[in-house]
Nanobody, 118 residues
Framework: VQLVESGGGLVQAGGSLRLSCAVS????????MGWYRQAPGKQRELVAT???????NYADSVKGRFTISRDNTKNTVYLQMNSLKPEDTAVYYC?????????????WGQGTQVTVSS
């Protein structure tokens, strides 16, 4: 499984970016797709997830500002980020989660850098 992120970059505080994650397989087969981020010196943290049924979940720090969505016809997952803050600066990773019996398989993209200037 290959996941390729795009859309990162440098933006001023208050601005917007939209990240895309193109997946090499039909994303409907995954139980959930998600976005995680990792800032320098910090652990990777969950940003948002969306299940195959369209149920979304967000970290408290991004609720009301970020929106995750998916296009099953394009095998692509998006993260619309509005009202960006300097603390949103991080490498953002796309994730695909597959549950088979009692095993959970996690697939990751290479990451895309998001930098928010104050």
């Amino acid at each position: 499984v290959q996941l390729v992120e795009s859309g990162g970059g440098l933006v001023q505080a208050g601005g917007s970016l939209r990240l895309s994650c193109a997946v090499s397989e039909n994303i409907f087969r995954f139980n959930a797709m998600g976005w995680y981020r990792q800032a320098p010196g910090k652990q990777r943290e969950l940003v948002a997830t969306i299940t195959s049924g369209g149920i979304t979940n967000y970290a408290d720090s991004v609720k009301g500002r970020f929106t995750i969505s998916r296009d099953n016809t394009k095998n692509t997952v998006y993260l619309q980020m509005n009202s960006l803050k300097p603390e949103d600066t991080a490498v953002y990773y796309c994730n695909a989660q597959l549950v088979k019996w009692t095993n959970t398989y996690m697939y990751w993209g290479q990451g895309t850098q998001v930098t928010v200037s104050s």
